[in-house]
């Protein structure tokens, strides 16, 4: 019987000596093609059986006795392949692998082995321990806490840079207002004048609330809070001045009260001090402010009262002089006939004890102005504050004390050189425009001292310009002087640090 050649066939074919390896459908389809013809090949004499004969394969190449088939022929010559197509035999080729007994195995194989299993690498060893790689993975994690850490303070940052200039805009001059709100007690619209006070506040565009306070015909102002953590609704803080209006007849009775006290005859009525100990008592840590309407009109009055009252004792004989006295011993025991000078004392006193001033007005409309102005300034102080923060106790904000602006093109050099001859002891404005006006500028004055002849010539240069003062009937006219020429030369010219030019020579 002849032997199938169920081999997998692998031709490899050289050209310009490299490997060719072919693929798997091709192979597939031969093999199939060879067990055809096997199939119809009719079985040769002495034909491989049981008994170890030398068979044949499909395409007549010889199989060696005693083996199996041609997989094994394959394996075993290493030289040699059956099932060309050529029929060519005896050409050495590469050594081929030995193919898989199955054919779902066979796609998973690789065709050409180019080692033994015996030469194959060892499996890659892990180039980090354990320990290692949880260092490892624990520094990375520790990084990126890091790095969150470092983004959340920097959003933390711009948060407060951005809370931080929405307040400093809050602040300034024309948005200040916006955020105060008048509080105005209920009793202050109810007596005289506090209907005008209320609408000068409201013509100036300030929200206003009408509460009942602590101390009657008050006023006190609240601030709304600029931050950008505001999620609950607005929070308002409390100012801390308070400005308290003062009825004319409660100003006059207190001054009285005052009087009398200093007089020794203590009748335990309320006078401006123990008032003022009352308002603080009921508004601890305010800053207060009084204010009292016509008490100019009030001294006008009295004083034509005092005139009319010889005029009327003339006219009317002893009958009128004895209700002049009358009435005068009623004003007196009413307590409101007070002298301007009884006014003044009662004020430098409450001044002097409790540093708290009273501001007199001739009407409430000019009391209402007043309110508007003292709302201004509240909602205006913290800007002043900060910019009162200038580092130097010493430092006066004056026109003539800032700096000069001097751009590329020389604009504000006169004004720097005016400025400087300025800083000499004893020397004004004028004086200094008139060296300016002879000398613009530092090196045409060096250059007139250098035209001078002797020393004497060269200290006394300056002193017949001209120094005008005043316009009109009231202008003046002076000279500079030797004293300041000579210290101007001296600072222009003399070269030690240590001279003091006030006196030398």
């Known amino acids: 019987m002849t032997p199938r050649c169920d081999t997998e066939v692998v031709v490899v074919e050289e050209e310009e000596e490299e490997e060719v390896v072919v693929p798997l459908s091709e192979r597939i389809k031969r093999r199939v093609e060879a067990r055809g013809e096997a199939a119809f090949e009719p079985p040769q004499p002495g034909g491989g059986d049981a008994a170890g004969g030398a068979g044949f394969c499909a395409n007549g190449d010889l199989l060696a006795p005693g083996s199996r088939g041609p997989r094994e022929a394959l394996v075993s010559s290493g030289e040699a392949s059956c099932g060309s197509r050529n029929g060519t035999h005896g050409v050495e080729r590469p050594s081929l692998c030995p193919l898989p007994a199955s054919r779902s195995d066979s796609a998973d194989q690789p ?5 033994s299993p015996e030469t194959s690498p060892p499996p890659k060893k892990s180039k980090y321990s354990q320990k290692e790689r949880e260092a490892i993975c624990q520094a990375a994690w520790q990084r990126r806490k890091e790095r969150e850490e470092r983004r959340r303070q920097q959003e933390q940052e711009k948060e407060r840079k951005r809370a931080l200039a929405k307040m400093l805009k809050a602040q300034r001059p024309g948005e200040c207002q916006k955020y105060i709100t008048v509080v105005l007690d209920r009793v202050l619209l109810q007596v ?14 300030y929200s206003c609330v009408i509460e009942s306070q602590a101390v009657p015909c008050s006023i006190t102002w609240r601030r709304k809070t600029v931050s950008s953590q505001m999620e609950g609704g607005d929070e308002w803080t409390e100012e801390p ?17 005052y009087k009398q006290e200093a007089q020794g005859c203590a009748e335990g009525q309320e006078t401006l001090q123990s008032y003022v100990d009352r308002v603080m008592e009921k508004m601890p840590g305010k800053i207060l402010a009084l204010a009292v309407a016509g008490v100019e009109n009030y001294f006008r009055s009295l004083q034509a009262q005092s005139k009319k009252r010889p005029q009327q004792a003339a006219a009317s004989g002893n009958q009128g002089e004895k209700q002049a006295k009358r009435r005068k011993k009623k004003v007196n025991d009413s307590g409101l006939e007070i002298t301007r000078m009884d006014v003044e004392e009662a004020l430098v006193d409450l001044q002097l004890s409790k540093q708290v001033q009273v501001s007199f007005f001739e009407s409430w409309e000019e009391l209402g102005e007043f309110a508007t102005m003292f709302t201004k300034a509240v909602a205006e102080a913290p800007f002043k504050r900060e910019q009162e923060k200038t580092g130097f106790s010493f430092y006066l904000e004056n026109a003539w004390c800032r700096g000069v602006k001097v751009d590329h093109s020389g604009k504000g050099l006169l004004e720097v050189w005016k400025r400087q001859i300025q800083q000499f002891n004893r020397v004004s404005l004028e004086m200094a425009e008139a060296i300016v006006s002879a000398y613009p500028s530092p090196q ?11 020393e004497q010539e060269r200290e006394n240069m300056l002193a017949n310009i001209p120094v005008h003062r005043g316009d009109g009937v009231t202008a003046t006219c002076r000279r500079i002087g030797p004293e300041l020429s000579r210290r101007i030369y001296l600072q222009m010219t003399s070269h030690d640090p240590d001279l003091y030019l006030d006196f030398t020579g």
């Open 111 to 115: 065709l050409v082995c180019g080692a």
């Open 192 to 205: 005289e004048g506090g209907g005008e006070i209320h609408s000068a506040l409201q013509a100036a565009n």
């Open 241 to 257: 001045n308070v400005l308290v209006m003062l009825r004319l007849e409660e100003f006059l009775s207190m001054v009285h009260s």
């Open 444 to 454: 045409l004055l060096n250059q007139a001292y250098s035209r001078c002849s002797s």
